[in-house]
């Protein structure tokens, strides 16, 4: 059974730092597709940014580019986003997601991690 476990959320001033994680298990995950999205409240969900596990090619929404970087480790099945010069509207719950290889829309999902950003 997959499951992604999030973490590192939590309460950060403007300007501040986070590294949120997520432990990917359940299956060998070399292939998939692994992403960041996150909802503020009364908002839809939206993309942040993915990683490809095989090649490492990484995407940003351009409201992240240049403040945010998705990395993985393939030994420890976990990928990160590390999220600088936070700003109040990166208020939200963050959710790691996993696509299966071929495949463009997310199979699986984690449970959030909340992320609030104090101006």
């Known amino acids: 059974q997959v499951q992604l476990v999030e973490s590192g959320g939590g309460l950060v001033q403007a300007g501040g730092s986070l590294r949120l994680s997520c432990a990917a298990s359940?299956?060998?995950?070399?292939?998939?597709?692994m992403g960041w999205f996150r909802q503020a409240p009364g908002k839809e969900r939206e993309f942040v940014a993915s990683?490809?596990?095989?090649?490492?090619?990484?995407y940003y929404a351009d409201s992240v580019k240049d403040r945010f970087t998705i990395s993985g480790d393939n030994a420890k099945n976990t990928v990160y986003l590390q999220m600088n010069s936070l700003k109040p509207e990166d208020t939200a719950l963050y959710y790691c997601?996993?696509?299966?290889?071929?495949?463009?829309?997310?199979?699986?999902w984690g449970q959030g991690t909340q992320v609030t950003v104090s101006s």
């Open positions: 997601a996993a696509a299966m290889p071929g495949r463009t829309s997310y199979d699986y």
């Open positions: 359940g299956r060998t995950f070399s292939s998939y597709l």
């Open positions: 990683i490809r596990w095989s090649g490492g090619r990484t």
